[in-house]
C-alpha cells in the first residue's frame, strides 16, 4: 500500500514570472495506477514561505490537458500549471521567496485525498546573477577610466572577498556585470591576472542601481621577485658580470642577452645527453591509421631514442629499420623529422607505437604566469610572458622542463619550487602537460603562479650556459683576453656537468671502487 507519510519534491529555483508544472501520481490500495476526480482550480492552493495564508486569487492556474486529469490519457498521470507572471494577488509572487503548493482536496479509490504537490522559489537561492529584487550594473574601469574586460567580479554584504552573495560573474567589453541585488551597503570584490583592484563599496538604493568602480590598476608580470630566480634573470645577471657591463647604458638589451642564452643552451644539452646513459627522453605516442605512412614529428627532436609498441603489463616491442638497399624494403625510417612506416600492414591500423626521442633544445626559453588545472597535471601560460618568448611551434615545449618559481596572494596554495617534464604541449591553448601533478596543486585567491620553462640541468650547474654566452660575445667583439678568461671558466663548469651526467646514470656510480666479487669483504656472511 502506498506509504502514509510523502515529503514534497522541490521543484526548483524560478525565474521571475516563468512557469512552473506540478505532476503527481495516483495508485490504489494495490498500488495499481488509478484515476483521480474531483480535480479544479479551486482545490490548488499556493502558500508563501511560512504563511498560513494561502494565495487569494485562482487566476493563473491551469488543469494540464483540459481537466489536468490522465495526462494524455495516461490513467493516473495528472498536472497543472502555475503562471507567475499573474499579478491578481498583488506582490504575492515575488524574488527571494519560497512557495508550497497544496492540492486539497480530490477523490482517490473513493478516498478523499490531500498532499502537497512540491514546493519552488523564485531566485531565492544562491545563484552567479544573485537573488535580489533589483538590478543593479558595475563597470569596472581602470584608474584612468578605460573598461576592463574579462574580470571576475562578486559581490558581499561583509566586507570579506572569501564570501559572495552574488558572483562570479565576469565582465563584457563594456566592463559591466548585473546583479540582481536588494538595496543595501555592498562590498565589490575583482580579480583578473595582470591586474590588481583597490578596495570598492557602493549602497544601491531607489534611482542608484548604475555603479563605475576606477579600481583596475594595470601590473607588470616582471615585477614579482620570484623571476629574480629564475633560469633567465639569473642568466642575464651572469653574463654582464662577466662581460663587465654595466646595466645603465648597457650595450646588450636584455632580450638580446636572451637569445645568445637559448642558442648556448642548444649545445650544452647535447653535451650532456651525449654523456648521459638515461637521457631526458620525449615519449610521444603515434596511432596507425588507414593509408598514412608519414607521420612528422616535432621541430624540437634532435634524435630518435626508441620505437616500440607496449602491451598491457608494461612489455616493449622494439621496431627498428632495415637498409635502404634492403630488398624487402626500409620497414622504418627516419626523414629529417617525419617518420616513415613501408606500410600499416606491418603494425595494423590503430596500433600505437610510442616514440621516444631527445629534444634539441631549441624550444624559446622564457618566464611569466600560468593558470594550473584543479588536478595539477596541466599548467597554461597567459599569452605574454615576462621575459623570453613564447614557442609557437607544434609540441615545441614536449621534453622540456616546467618549473613553478611561486604563488602569492592572500591565500596561496603551493607557494614553493616543483619542477616536472613536459609531456605535451598545444600551441594554440598554450597549455602543457606534465608528467606528474604538482603535489600540492598551486592556487591563489587574488594573486599570481609564477613559473619558467628552465633548461634540463641541474640548477646550480646551469651557470654554465651563461659562461658560454658570454664567451660567444666577448670573442665576437675580439676581446681576446677577457674571453680566453671565460672559456677556461666555461670548460672547467661544463667538465662538471659531464661528469655528473655520466656518473648519476650508471649503475656502478654508487659504489665504492674494489667494493665488488674480487674483494674478500663482499663474500663475508
Avoid at 597535471?377 to 615545449?397: I, W
Wanted: charged content about 20%; glycine content about 8%.
Amino acid at each position: 500500500m502506498p506509504s502514509p507519510i510523502s515529503i514534497p519534491p522541490y521543484l526548483g529555483d524560478y525565474a521571475a514570472d516563468s512557469a512552473v508544472y506540478v505532476y503527481w501520481d495516483s495508485f490504489d490500495s494495490n498500488n495499481a495506477s488509478i484515476t483521480q476526480t474531483g480535480l479544479a482550480v479551486t482545490d490548488v492552493e499556493i502558500y508563501k514561505n511560512a504563511s498560513m495564508t494561502q494565495r487569494s486569487s485562482d487566476e493563473g492556474i491551469t488543469l494540464l490537458d483540459t481537466d489536468g486529469i490522465d495526462l494524455d490519457s495516461a490513467t493516473g498521470h495528472h498536472g497543472i500549471s502555475i503562471d507567475l507572471s499573474d499579478n491578481t494577488d498583488a506582490g504575492f509572487y515575488a524574488v527571494g521567496n519560497d512557495y508550497r503548493v497544496v492540492i486539497n482536496a480530490v477523490t482517490v479509490d473513493g478516498q478523499t485525498v490531500r498532499f502537497c504537490g512540491g514546493t519552488f522559489s523564485i531566485q531565492n537561492r544562491a545563484s552567479a546573477s544573485g537573488v535580489g529584487d533589483y538590478a543593479v550594473t558595475i563597470t569596472v574601469r581602470t584608474t584612468g577610466g578605460t573598461p576592463v574586460a574579462g574580470v571576475s567580479v562578486w559581490v558581499n554584504t561583509a566586507n570579506s572577498r572569501s564570501g559572495s552573495i552574488a558572483g562570479t560573474k565576469i565582465t563584457d567589453s563594456n566592463g559591466q556585470v548585473v546583479f540582481n541585488l536588494e538595496y543595501a551597503k555592498h562590498y565589490v570584490f575583482c580579480h583578473l591576472s595582470g591586474y590588481t583592484f583597490a578596495a570598492a563599496s557602493f549602497t544601491s538604493a531607489e534611482g542608484s542601481v548604475s555603479f563605475t568602480k576606477d579600481i583596475a590598476t594595470a601590473v607588470s608580470s616582471g615585477s614579482s621577485s620570484f623571476y629574480d630566480d629564475s633560469f633567465l634573470s639569473r642568466g642575464i645577471v651572469d653574463v654582464r658580470e662577466l662581460l663587465d657591463e654595466p646595466t645603465v647604458k648597457a650595450k646588450y638589451t636584455d632580450s638580446r642577452i636572451i637569445e645568445h642564452l637559448e642558442k648556448s643552451y642548444i649545445l650544452v644539452l647535447n653535451e650532456i645527453n651525449r654523456n648521459s646513459k638515461t637521457p631526458a627522453v620525449v615519449k610521444q605516442t603515434i596511432t596507425i591509421a588507414a593509408s598514412t605512412t608519414e607521420y612528422v614529428l616535432p621541430h624540437v627532436l634532435s634524435s630518435v631514442y626508441g620505437i616500440y609498441d607496449i602491451n598491457d603489463v608494461g612489455g616493449k616491442v622494439f621496431y627498428d629499420g632495415r637498409s635502404r638497399h634492403n630488398p624487402f624494403g626500409q620497414r622504418l625510417w627516419l626523414e629529417g623529422h617525419t617518420l616513415h612506416i613501408q606500410n600499416t600492414e606491418s603494425y595494423g591500423i590503430g596500433a600505437e607505437l610510442v616514440v621516444e626521442w631527445l629534444p634539441s633544445g631549441v624550444a624559446r626559453l622564457h618566464n611569466g604566469l600560468c593558470t594550473v588545472s584543479s588536478d595539477g597535471l596541466t599548467v597554461t601560460f597567459e599569452e605574454t610572458p615576462n621575459a623570453g618568448v613564447l614557442d609557437t611551434h607544434h609540441e615545441a615545449y614536449s621534453g622540456s622542463i616546467f618549473r613553478c618559481l611561486g604563488v602569492d596572494g592572500t591565500t596561496p596554495v603551493g607557494n614553493y619550487l616543483q619542477e616536472r617534464n613536459v609531456t605535451a604541449y598545444d600551441e594554440t591553448t598554450r597549455e602543457a602537460a606534465l608528467d606528474v601533478a604538482l603535489d600540492p596543486v598551486p592556487s591563489t585567491d587574488d594573486g599570481y603562479i609564477y613559473y619558467e620553462i628552465a633548461p634540463a640541468i641541474n640548477k646550480g650547474m646551469d651557470t654554465v650556459v651563461a659562461l658560454y654566452a658570454a664567451y660567444r660575445i666577448m670573442t665576437t667583439e675580439g676581446n681576446r683576453k677577457r674571453a680566453t678568461g671565460i672559456l677556461e671558466a666555461y670548460r672547467n663548469e661544463l667538465r662538471n656537468v659531464r661528469l655528473t651526467a655520466y656518473y648519476s646514470n650508471m649503475p656502478e656510480a654508487p659504489r665504492i671502487p674494489g667494493d665488488n666479487w674480487d674483494n674478500r669483504r663482499f663474500r663475508r656472511f
